[in-house]
Nanobody
Framework: QVQLVESGGGLVQPGGSLRLSCAASGFTFSMYVMRWYRQAPGKERELVATITNSGGSTNYADSVKGRFTISRDNAKNTAYLQMNSLKPEDTAVYYC???????????WGQGTQVTVSS
């Protein structure tokens, strides 16, 4: 059974940091490109960050570039999103996504809430 389970979300003050984790099981994790998406209330889902299957290349939305870092540990079947200098506009549900074959195979986590507020 395929599972992606996010953890690490919560309430944090502006300027603070969080690290989200995405634990994968039930598929060959190292073959999948991993992405983090987020969706704020009343907004469309947006792509936050992407990392290739080997971890050799990353890409970020302009809104988070320089503040967020995506990484993965294939030995642990886990992807991460390090979130620094958090802003209220980062408040959203964050979703982990794995894809192979340009979307032929795609899996989603259940999401974890991140709230940035003073």
């Amino acid at each position: 059974q395929v599972q992606l389970v996010e953890s690490g979300g919560g309430l944090v003050q502006p300027g603070g940091s969080l690290r989200l984790s995405c634990a994968a099981s039930g598929f060959t994790f190292s073959m999948y490109v991993m992405r983090w998406y987020r969706q704020a209330p009343g907004k469309e889902r947006e792509l936050v960050a992407t990392i290739t299957n080997s971890g050799g290349s990353t890409n970020y939305a302009d809104s988070v570039k320089g503040r967020f870092t995506i990484s993965r540990d294939n030995a642990k079947n886990t992807a991460y999103l390090q979130m620094n200098s958090l802003k209220p506009e980062d408040t959203a549900v964050y979703y982990c996504n794995g894809a192979m074959g340009w979307g032929k195979y795609e899996f989603w986590g259940q999401g974890t809430q991140v709230t940035v507020s003073s």
